[in-house]
């Protein structure tokens, strides 16, 4: 039962010697074994490099040699972030047989406070969905009823800690690519500030949007981990060289006098009675614990979906065109230069990614240009502009995390309706703010998930408002029933 644990709870046994890294290795692969044919978490699995590093790990502890903050922790990488000389595909066939040279920063910052890779996890291809269903290979499942999605992009990295196939994962945020798998699969889902994590190495998808941050299985993991991952890179333009604190010195419990402000936007039509019920609930238990709560507006929230989707396809457009079949990837047979171009892009790329392309490059068009995408920048100053204005009174703004519970396979056939369903999370990334996901309850067996939105920066804030939340909450620390029938 060694994969249950947390990794606050792993280091500590590690630390007294009452475990093994390779130990919590092979409980985690043993766990992967198991599960992950019902839950299809992994792109990619690399077990046995996994267990001879675990075993280096335990080799330098044994000689009294220091090791990294994380060291001897299985955890799982999202398939969009560079791994030298392990697969990377962005779950797309035009990447299907990709191999990068090099590391991520963040691949290198955990290998340098010795987390222990276990694999590549699923995702919407080229971080493009809300469902995980655009992978060009499979659908990952929600383990806590496989029957429904696990929210995407970054679903597998979601479904695999919530199944304790790892103990921890990494997923990137682009518009709500981990707090809505977070909030649909029950675990703590971070989007940090823009600029707080390196983005170098991560396959881009919305270079002005994209943010990576941690999934884990509780508040203290959250914060033990973003201390890992956290850090100015020379090496990313868009780093911010700012002072990285101790984020678990903010794991006080203490909101007294802590100001919230409650969006009325993010309560209106379109969000599920219970997702509300249980997010006005959470509420109330900050407010029991000394917090201020008051409702407030932030008036171009409904803004929000229309400048993302001319915003981020615009930039997807630009990033992607770099997949020609010439110097990587996957090529198309053809007769001649400009048919190889062509079938290599028609034939590589899936639908979801070809119509994003197609929107962004309209967008970006002579004569268009100023219309929709200039445009869509200016409205995006204003909806910063309204958090700006917010956070002059409140240090924390609560909302629902997604407006509904996972849904079914396949039962989301009208483009704008999954759209929607990052209504309440793409404010954040426009704003370019931290915000994190945590579970506040259930819909039936379905979890729910709490959004705490900060200012620029101020992680240290949201992580105690949420961790005096989980601390007081007293909803039960439930698991999915996988391998016994629990899940449907």
Same mark, same amino acid.
């Given at each position: 039962?060694?994969?249950?644990?947390?990794?606050?709870?792993?280091?500590?046994?590690?630390? @007294?010697?009452?475990?093994?890294?390779?130990?919590?290795?092979?409980?985690?692969?043993?766990?992967?074994?198991?599960?992950?044919?019902?839950?299809?978490?992994?792109?990619?699995? /690399?077990?046995?490099?996994?267990?001879?590093?675990?075993?280096?790990?335990?080799?330098?502890?044994?000689?009294?040699?220091?090791?990294?903050?994380?060291? %001897?922790?299985?955890?799982?990488?999202?398939?969009?972030?560079?791994?030298?000389?392990?697969?990377?595909?962005?779950?797309?066939?035009?990447?299907?047989?990709? &191999?990068?040279?090099?590391?991520?920063? *963040?691949?290198?910052?955990?290998?340098?406070?010795?987390?222990?890779?276990?694999?590549?996890?699923?995702?919407? !291809? #080229?971080?493009?969905?809300?469902?995980? !269903?655009?992978?060009?290979?499979?659908?990952?499942?929600?383990?806590?009823?496989?029957?429904?999605?696990?929210?995407?992009?970054?679903?597998?990295?979601?479904?695999?800690?919530?199944?304790?196939?790892?103990? #921890?994962?990494? %997923?990137?945020?682009?518009?709500?690519?981990?707090?809505?798998?977070?909030?649909?699969?029950?675990?703590? =889902?971070?989007?940090?500030?823009?600029?707080?994590?390196?983005?170098? %190495?991560? &396959?881009?998808?919305?270079?002005?949007?994209?943010?990576?941050?941690? #999934?884990?299985?509780?508040?203290?993991?959250?914060?033990?981990?973003?201390?890992?991952?956290?850090?100015?890179?020379?090496?990313?333009?868009?780093?911010?060289?700012?002072?990285?604190?101790?984020?678990?010195?903010?794991?006080?419990?203490? *909101?007294?006098?802590?100001?919230? =402000?409650?969006?009325?936007?993010?309560?209106?039509?379109?969000?599920?009675?219970?997702?509300?019920?249980?997010?006005? @609930?959470?509420?109330?238990?900050?407010?029991?614990?000394?917090?201020?709560?008051?409702?407030?507006?932030?008036?171009?929230?409904?803004?929000?979906?229309?400048?993302?989707?001319?915003?981020?396809?615009?930039? $997807?457009?630009?990033?992607?065109?770099?997949?020609? %079949?010439?110097?990587?990837?996957?090529?198309?047979?053809?007769?001649?230069?400009?048919?190889?171009?062509?079938?290599?892009?028609?034939?590589?790329?899936?639908?979801?990614?070809?119509?994003?392309?197609?929107?962004?490059?309209?967008?970006?068009?002579?004569?268009?240009?100023? $219309?929709?995408?200039?445009?869509?920048?200016?409205?995006?100053?204003? /909806? @910063?502009?309204?958090?700006?204005?917010?956070?002059?009174?409140?240090?924390? /703004?609560?909302?629902?995390?997604?407006?509904?519970?996972?849904?079914?396979?396949?039962?989301?056939?009208?483009?704008?309706?999954?759209?929607?369903?990052? &209504?309440?999370?793409?404010?954040?990334?426009?704003?370019?703010?931290?915000?994190?996901?945590?579970?506040?309850?259930?819909?039936?067996?379905?979890?729910?998930?709490?959004?705490? &939105?900060?200012?620029?920066?101020?992680?240290?804030?949201?992580?105690?408002?949420?961790? $005096?939340?989980?601390?007081?909450?007293?909803?039960?620390?439930?698991?999915?029933?996988?391998?016994?029938?629990?899940?449907?």
């Amino acid at each position: 039962m060694l994969e249950k644990l947390t990794v606050s709870e792993a280091l500590d046994k590690l630390h @007294k010697k009452e475990v093994s890294s390779r130990e919590l290795t092979e409980a985690a692969l043993a766990r992967i074994s198991a599960v992950d044919q019902e839950v299809k978490a992994f792109m990619t699995v /690399i077990g046995d490099q996994a267990l001879a590093e675990a075993a280096t790990l335990d080799a330098r502890r044994l000689n009294g040699e220091t090791v990294g903050p994380l060291a %001897g922790i299985p955890m799982a990488l999202k398939d969009n972030m560079c791994t030298k000389g392990i697969r990377t595909t962005c779950s797309s066939k035009i990447l299907h047989n990709f &191999i990068p040279p090099y590391d991520a920063t *963040v691949t290198t910052l955990l290998k340098n406070a010795g987390a222990v890779l276990l694999g590549k996890t699923n995702l919407d !291809e #080229f971080a493009m969905g809300s469902s995980t !269903e655009n992978s060009a290979y499979f659908t990952t499942r929600n383990p806590w009823d496989t029957r429904c999605v696990p929210g995407g992009s970054s679903g597998g990295s979601a479904a695999a800690v919530i199944a304790d196939e790892a103990f #921890f994962a990494l %997923g990137s945020d682009t518009g709500g690519s981990i707090r809505q798998p977070a909030a649909f699969c029950g675990v703590v =889902g971070m989007k940090p500030t823009y600029g707080r994590v390196s983005r170098y %190495g991560l &396959i881009a998808f919305a270079s002005s949007l994209d943010q990576i941050g941690p #999934f884990t299985k509780d508040v203290r993991d959250c914060a033990l981990v973003l201390n890992s991952i956290a850090a100015h890179d020379p090496g990313d333009s868009t780093s911010a060289n700012v002072e990285t604190p101790d984020y678990t010195s903010f794991l006080n419990g203490n *909101v007294k006098g802590m100001k919230i =402000g409650v969006p009325r936007e993010y309560f209106a039509e379109g969000i599920e009675s219970e997702v509300k019920d249980a997010v006005r @609930k959470a509420l109330d238990v900050l407010v029991s614990l000394g917090a201020e709560a008051e409702e407030i507006s932030l008036p171009h929230t409904d803004y929000g979906i229309p400048v993302y989707y001319l915003i981020a396809p615009a930039e $997807a457009s630009s990033n992607l065109a770099r997949y020609d %079949g010439v110097q990587y990837g996957f090529r198309a047979e053809a007769d001649n230069l400009l048919d190889m171009y062509k079938k290599t892009r028609s034939q590589g790329f899936g639908t979801e990614v070809k119509r994003r392309i197609m929107l962004g490059t309209y967008a970006l068009s002579s004569g268009y240009y100023d $219309a929709y995408y200039l445009k869509a920048l200016k409205v995006r100053t204003l /909806i @910063k502009q309204d958090f700006d204005q917010a956070f002059e009174k409140y240090d924390v /703004i609560l909302t629902p995390t997604a407006p509904t519970v996972a849904f079914q396979a396949g039962t989301v056939e009208n483009l704008l309706t999954m759209y929607l369903n990052d &209504i309440c999370t793409i404010p954040a990334n426009l704003a370019g703010l931290p915000a994190v996901s945590i579970p506040c309850g259930f819909a039936g067996k379905l979890p729910v998930g709490l959004q705490l &939105i900060g200012k620029p920066f101020d992680e240290g804030t949201i992580l105690r408002a949420a961790y $005096a939340y989980e601390q007081n909450s007293g909803i039960e620390r439930k698991k999915p029933g996988l391998g016994k029938g629990g899940a449907a």
